[in-house]
């Protein structure tokens, strides 16, 4: 059995960090009379449990570039030059400015 120390330097974490997993219940632990426990197989299973599954060899997607820049185009184009409820735009590039106090 592991007490916090124990644990706390083989995981390379601060003690409080420990605490607050136990309190919380992220991490497997036994309290024994009031003291917190850990019990190695445990841990090592919970470690393995944490770890990311392996990626899938599963081809992925890759979608045409050029459709992905034009899109990105239009939406932009769409966003900039559609009014919003109630305002007309100006077909002068100089009306942005002017309306914003520039000279």
């Known amino acids: 059995m592991l007490t916090i120390k124990d644990l706390s330097a083989r995981l390379n974490i601060k003690v409080s960090t420990l605490y607050a997993w136990v309190a919380q219940g992220k991490i497997p632990c036994r309290k024994i009379y009031g003291l917190i426990r850990f019990e190695p197989e445990e841990i090592d299973r919970w470690l393995t449990s944490l770890q990311p599954p392996p990626l ?44 914003d106090g520039a000279r």
Not at 79 to 89: K, L, N, S, V
């Open 56 to 99: 899938s060899s599963a081809p992925c997607r890759i979608s045409s570039p050029d459709t992905d820049i034009d899109r990105l185009i239009a939406d932009a184009k769409r966003t900039a030059y559609t009014p919003r409820h109630g305002e007309t735009i100006s077909p002068s590039p100089e009306g942005k400015e002017h309306d």
